[in-house]
Antibody, heavy 121, light 108 residues
Framework: EVQLVESGGGGVRPGGSLRLSCAAS????????MSWVRQVPGKGLEWVSG????????YYADSVKGRFTVSRDNAKNSLYLQMNSLRVEDTALYYC??????????????WGQGTLVTVSS | EIVLTQSPATLSLSPGDRATLSCRAS??????LAWYQQRPGQAPRLLIY???NRATDIPARFSGTGSGTDFTLTISSLEPEDFAVYYC??????????FGQGTRLEIK
């Protein structure tokens, strides 16, 4: 069974940093592209970042470019999102999602349950 | 950036009814479009990809059609568990990957 478990969310002041992690199991991690998608509670979905199977191709939404960095460790079956210079508008539930294939820009076949990030002064 | 506009915002129907949800793209996405279902308190679930292909374990009552800029998700006979929010998503021209704003399917 495919499992994606996010961690690392929490409360942080504007300008602060957080590192999200996603632990994957139940599939061959380095066969698939991975993404982060966020959702403000009660609102819609926003793609944040994607990374291909090997980690050589990384993409970002304009809203986070230059502040967030996506990475993966295939030996540890883990995906990461380093979030710096956090803003109030980054407050959301952050989902880790597995793509249908190896590329970074895939459809999202499997999702974790999300980790909540709250940016507030 | 490709903008996806879903209609209606809310659809009120009864179990057993046929549901038709629409997604319109601001420019052609060919057939690079997916549909997701999100129930309250749950993560989204992939229903349809490449406009018309059902994802694994998705019931046959869900079907997708369309190409270019106009797409439709049809649920042939609504079950109680189908009342949820539905999103479309494109991966034709990215980054960014974009989602529609969602259609809420509620019980009448």
């Amino acid at each position: 069974e495919v499992q994606l478990v996010e961690s690392g969310g929490g409360g942080v002041r504007p300008g602060g940093s957080l590192r999200l992690s996603c632990a994957a199991s139940g599939f061959t991690f380095d066969d698939y592209g991975m993404s982060w998608v966020r959702q403000v509670p009660g609102k819609g979905l926003e793609w944040v970042s994607g990374i291909n199977w090997k980690g050589g191709a990384r993409y970002y939404a304009d809203s986070v470019k230059g502040r967030f960095t996506v990475s993966r460790d295939n030996a540890k079956n883990s995906l990461y999102l380093q979030m710096n210079s956090l803003r109030v508008e980054d407050t959301a539930l952050y989902y880790c999602a597995r793509g249908l294939g190896a590329a970074a820009g895939e459809y999202f076949e499997h999702w974790g349950q999300g980790t909540l990030v709250t940016v507030s002064s | 950036e490709i903008v996806l506009t879903q209609s209606p915002a809310t659809l009120s129907l009864s179990p057993g009814d046929r549901a038709t949800l629409s997604c319109r793209a601001s420019q052609s996405v060919s057939t690079f479009l997916a549909w997701y279902q999100q129930r309250p308190g749950q993560a989204p679930r992939l229903l349809i990809y490449d406009a018309s292909n059902r994802a694994t374990d998705i019931p046959a009552r869900f079907s997708g059609t369309g190409s270019g800029t106009d797409f439709t998700l049809t649920i042939s006979s609504l079950e109680p568990e189908d009342f949820a929010v539905y999103y479309c998503q494109q991966r034709s021209s990215w980054p960014p990957i974009t989602f529609g704003q969602g259609t809420r399917l509620e019980i009448k």
